[in-house]
């Protein structure tokens, strides 16, 4: 896909991947739309990047259909490309998670990105074109100590993505999953502050990086998964 000219919405935008992803698009000449949960954090986050903003709980399932028009509306009517980028976590032992933990992050994670693709579809449907990104993790492939919680949420975003694949490949709309492993943004920071950039981990330049090499792709072919790690994590 040719970024220039086309309309794309990150969810998750404000901070992290999603702020350098949009960053990287507006550059290349695409009409970018954020969202976040903060108005400060997505004011800032617009100054960096030049994309447009707006105020969005993607965990607010009552209202996703209101949500997704303001996008639509923004946008024009149209959206070339979705990055189902924003996520939370919570990382627990097994005796000590609970149903409210389940609810908190499935809601963002999980029914909050597809209840918002299930609403964007018609218009990639209409225009016989799309792509769509799910950014997973690599606890989407692998579960870990700690990691009931959060790693189901991921799981289940991968069986979203595989799904959607097989339904969305007649329509000429690309599904693709990207896994990172540990990036050092503001995920599971309770004040949201950036964490600097340490050699041995990712950063969200990497995963920018990757979501645009992804949606650059000639439009006849798609890459089904990506799995990114850190070369040196030790």
Known sequence: MKIEGKHILITGGSLGIGKETAK????????????????????????????KTILFDISDLDNMNQSAKACLDVL?????????NAGIGSFDKLDDITLEQF???????????????KELIPSMKAHKSGSIIN???????KGFSHGSVYSASKFAVRSLTQCWQAELRPFNIRVCQL???????????EDRSERVDEDNKLSAHEIAHSIVSVLEMD?????????VWATNPF
């Open 76 to 84: 024009g009517g149209r959206v070339d490309a979705l990055i189902n």
């Open 219 to 227: 439009d006849k072919g798609f890459i089904t998964e990506l799995n």
């Open 135 to 141: 950014i997973g993790s690599s606890a989407s492939v």
């Open 103 to 117: 609810q908190t992050i499935f809601n963002t994670n999980v029914f909050g990105l597809a209840l918002l693709t």
């Open 179 to 189: 896994n990172p492993s540990e990036v050092t943004t503001a995920f599971y920071s």
């Open 24 to 51: 990287y698009l507006v550059d290349k000449g695409a009409t970018v739309l954020i969202t976040g949960r903060s108005q400060e954090r997505l004011d800032e986050a617009q100054k960096y990047t030049g994309a």
